[in-house]
C-alpha cells in the first residue's frame, strides 16, 4: 500500500522540521517547504494527499497558497 | 325819566357786574387755594408777592416767613445765584428759558432737603407791572417710582450680566470637559491600539516557541520508547531555544516595566569606544544569517567616551540584531561609530527590508512592528526600548529607511552630557 503524502508549508524551521518528525514517525510520507512559492512548487511536482499550511509566511501567505 | 331809568339800569348791570366779579374773584380763589399744585407769584426782581397753601406745604414753610423774599430761597445753592441773571436776561432780550415752557427744576425745603418739581412760569401783565407765576408740580413720588424703576432695571441687568457669566463659565468649562473627555479618548484609543497590537505580538511570539517545546515533548516521548538518545538530546536542545527566546520576551517586557517606573538611571563612566564595539561586532558576528558581514569602522582620533556602557551596549545589540533579523543572506552590515567636537555619533546601516513610510511615524511605540516584517519574530519593544535608554542619556535617535533598500540608524550623544548628569 502506498504511504499517504502530506506537504507542510510554514516557515518556522523548529515547528515545521518536528512536525513532519512526528508524521515521519506515524509513517506518512512529507514533504516541507519554509514559504508559500516553495509550497506551491512542491504541490504541483508531487500532488500530496494532505496539505498543512500556515497562514503569516513571506513570500506567499496561506492565503495566496489556497488560491493557487 | 328814561335817563334816569337808563342810569339805574346800569347801576343794576354794574352791580350784576360787580357781583359776577366778587363771585369769579372767590371762586378763582377757591381754586387756587385748594390747587395740588402750589402757585407762587413773584414781582420782576425775583421778590415773592403771594404762596397758595400747596405752595407753603411743598416747602416746608410759613406765608409770613417767605412773603418779601426773593424766589432764590426755594432753590438749592446751584441755581439760585443765576436766576436773577435768568430775570435780567429775559427783561432784556425776551429770551425765555422757563417763562411759557416749564421744565423740570429742583426745589430746596426749608429743611435744606431738595426735591424734584416741574416748573411752569408764565408772565402777567397785570395793571401795569409784570408778575411772574409759577406753578409747581411736585415731582418726588414721580422721581422716586422712576428711582425705583432706574434701581431695579439695573439690579435686573446686574442679574442677568451675572447669569450669562455663570452661562458663559458654564459653556466654557463644559468646552473644556468636552476637550479632556477628547484627550482621554485619544489616549483610550491610543492605549487600545497598543493593547491590539501586544494581543497579536504576543499571541504568535509566545505561541511559536510554545507550539516548538509542545512539538519537541511529543517527538522526545516517541523516542524515548525507541531508545533514540541523540534525537532526545536535539529537541532537548530545541525546548532549550524555545524558552530562551521566551525569556528574551520576557527581558524585553522587564525592560519597559523598569523604565515606566523610572527604576532605570544611567550611570556614566568612561571606557574605550574601539575596544567596546569590536567586542560586541565579534559577538554580533556569531549570530549573523549565512554569510552576512559586519564591519566596523571607528572616526576621529579619540577613543575614550563616557556613557552607560550596558545602556549603549543594549541600544547597539538591539539595533544590530535588528539589521540581522531583517536583512537577508549576503548582505553587509556597517557598523560605525564617531567622535567629533560635538559628541559621539554611533550608527548601523543594513541593505535589509527597510521601513515603509507609513510605518515610519509609530516606529518607536511599543509593541509597534512594521507591515512589511511578515513572520519575522519580534516583539515590536525593541526600538521603543532603544529609544527611552538614549533618551535617559540625553541623546537623540534618528533614523532614515527605503521600503526594500535598507536602513540606518543614528544615535547621537552631546560628550557634556555626562559631565551634567550626576553619577
Given at each position: ?13 523548529d515547528?515545521r ?6 508524521l515521519?514517525?506515524?509513517?506518512y510520507?512529507?514533504?516541507q517547504?519554509s514559504n ?6 512542491l504541490a504541483i511536482k508531487?500532488?500530496?494527499d494532505?496539505?498543512l ?16 | 325819566?328814561?335817563q ?6 346800569s ?6 357786574d ?18 395740588i399744585?402750589g ?9 415773592i ?22 424766589i432764590?430761597?426755594?432753590m ?7 436766576h436773577?441773571?435768568?430775570l435780567?436776561?429775559y427783561q ?11 421744565r ?6 426749608k ?20 408778575i411772574?407765576?409759577g406753578?409747581?408740580?411736585?415731582l418726588?413720588k ?5 428711582e425705583?424703576?432706574k ?9 442677568v ?10 459653556l466654557?468649562e ?9 484627550v ?5 484609543k491610543?492605549l ?36 533514540d ?17 521566551l ?5 524585553d517586557f ?8 523610572g527604576?532605570v ?15 560586541l ?6 549570530i549573523?544569517?549565512e554569510d552576512?558581514i559586519?564591519?566596523?569602522q ?12 550596558n545602556?549603549?551596549?543594549n541600544c547597539l545589540?538591539?539595533?544590530m540584531?535588528?539589521?540581522?533579523k ?22 548601523v546601516?543594513?541593505n ?7 510605518d515610519?511615524?509609530?516606529l518607536?511605540?511599543p509593541?509597534?512592528?512594521g507591515h512589511?516584517?511578515?513572520s519575522?519574530?519580534?516583539t515590536g ?7 527611552r535608554?538614549?533618551?535617559?542619556m ?5 533614523f ?13 550623544f552631546?560628550?557634556?552630557?555626562a559631565?551634567n548628569?550626576?553619577i
Open positions: 500500500m502506498e504511504k499517504i503524502c502530506i506537504l507542510i508549508i510554514e516557515d518556522n524551521d515547528i522540521e518536528s512536525t513532519s518528525e512526528i515521519q514517525l506515524a509513517s510520507e512529507v514533504f517547504a508559500g512559492k516553495q509550497g506551491v512548487d508531487h500532488i500530496p494532505v496539505i499550511c500556515d497562514i503569516m509566511m513571506p513570500e506567499l501567505d496561506g492565503y495566496g497558497v489556497f488560491i493557487f | 325819566m328814561f334816569k331809568q337808563l342810569q339805574i339800569h347801576k343794576i348791570h354794574i352791580f350784576q360787580n357781583a359776577y366779579v366778587m363771585e369769579s374773584a372767590k371762586l378763582l380763589y377757591a381754586i387756587i387755594e385748594t390747587a399744585d402757585i407762587v407769584t413773584i414781582d420782576n426782581r425775583g421778590k408777592e403771594s404762596l397758595n397753601p400747596s405752595a407753603l406745604k411743598i416747602f416746608g414753610y410759613r406765608e409770613e416767613e417767605l412773603i418779601g423774599k426773593n432764590s430761597v426755594l438749592p445753592e446751584s441755581d439760585k445765584s443765576r436773577d441773571g435768568y435780567v436776561n432784556s432780550t425776551g429770551e425765555r428759558k422757563i417763562i411759557g415752557k416749564g423740570e427744576v429742583r426745589g430746596l425745603r429743611n435744606g432737603t431738595q426735591f424734584p418739581f416741574r416748573l411752569a412760569v408764565s408772565e402777567v401783565q397785570y395793571q401795569d407791572r409784570v411772574y407765576t406753578f409747581i408740580h411736585d418726588s414721580e422721581k422716586e417710582a422712576e425705583f424703576l434701581k431695579y432695571t439695573i439690579e435686573l441687568e446686574e442679574l450680566e451675572n447669569r450669562t457669566k455663570s452661562l458663559k463659565k458654564m466654557h463644559l468646552e473644556e470637559a468636552k476637550e479632556e473627555a477628547n482621554s479618548l485619544e489616549k483610550e491610543a487600545n491600539r497598543m493593547k491590539s497590537r501586544f494581543v497579536s505580538m504576543a499571541s504568535h511570539e509566545f505561541r511559536t516557541p510554545l507550539s516548538s517545546m509542545q512539538l519537541s515533548a511529543v517527538l522526545i516521548e516517541k523516542y524515548l520508547q525507541i531508545s538518545n541523540l534525537q532526545i538530546l536535539r529537541h532537548l536542545r530545541k525546548i532549550k531555544t524555545a524558552i530562551g527566546s525569556n528574551s520576551i520576557l527581558n522587564l525592560s519597559l516595566e523598569k523604565l515606566d517606573t527604576i538611571k544611567p550611570h556614566y563612566d568612561s571606557f574605550d569606544i574601539i575596544k567596546f564595539s569590536e567586542e561586532t565579534e559577538e554580533m558576528q556569531l549573523t544569517k552576512q559586519i564591519i566596523y571607528h572616526t576621529g582620533s579619540e577613543s575614550e567616551i563616557s556613557l552607560d556602557q545602556l549603549l551596549l545589540m538591539n539595533l540584531s535588528n539589521s540581522i531583517y536583512s537577508g543572506e549576503h548582505t553587509l552590515i556597517e557598523f560605525s561609530t564617531e567622535i567629533n567636537e560635538d559628541g559621539y555619533v554611533f550608527s546601516k543594513d535589509g527590508i527597510g521601513i515603509p513610510e507609513e515610519q511615524s509609530g518607536f511605540q509593541f509597534f512592528r512589511n516584517t511578515g519575522i519574530p519580534g519593544l525593541g526600538l521603543n526600548i532603544v529609544q535608554y538614549v533618551n535617559l540625553d541623546g537623540t535617535i534618528y532614515e529607511s527605503k521600503s526594500g533598500k535598507g536602513t540606518e540608524f543614528t544615535l547621537s552631546q560628550k557634556n552630557s559631565n548628569t550626576p
